[in-house]
């Protein structure tokens, strides 16, 4: 709709047309964060009611009904237009760095022996869908060079 209306040439239109195209994307920016957080939510209290147990059933079907709607929230627009052929690319060179060595003191007489709480669920941002986008190449072709290598 905002591409029809720019052709138009209608400056109020396009105003207009420009305030709806951001509410419109405001909106799925809202309910993207709400998925992420469902899912956040969902295997954050699948692992803690492993460890504590709430007796609380409602929150236990919450957790149940989060689990089986999550899967269905998707986008229903077609996005086989993103789709790159990965195909014809080639690995030819490939480099591995050593970017950080850690010693893990997982023992309780060591000095920072311990587990930091969660702290971030729920703190989702909306991504940039070209980002996305980017991203997806470049898991992919990752994925190829880890396919070809001998």
């Known amino acids: 709709m905002f591409e029809r209306t720019k052709a138009t040439g209608d400056v109020v239109l396009i105003s207009n047309a420009e305030n709806s195209l951001a509410a419109c994307k405001q909106e799925k920016d809202g309910l993207e964060i709400f998925k992420k957080d469902l899912g956040s939510f969902t295997r954050y209290y699948e ?4 460890i504590v147990d709430y007796e609380d059933k409602d929150l236990e079907n919450l957790n149940l009904y ?19 052929d990965l195909s014809n690319v080639m690995l030819s060179h490939y480099r591995l760095s050593k970017i950080r060595h850690q010693d893990l ?31 997806e190449i470049l898991r992919r072709l990752n994925n190829k060079g880890r396919v070809n290598c001998p």
Do not use: C, N, W
Request: hydrophobic content about 25%; glycine content about 10%.
């Open 47 to 50: 692992f803690m009611s492993q």
């Open 66 to 84: 989060g689990r089986h709607l999550r899967p269905l929230l998707r986008e229903t627009e077609g996005d086989d237009d993103d789709d790159v």
């Open 105 to 135: 003191k997982l023992q309780e007489d060591a000095s920072e022996y311990g587990l930091e709480p969660g702290s971030d669920i729920g703190s989702a941002k909306a991504r940039d869908r070209k980002d996305e986008f980017l991203s």
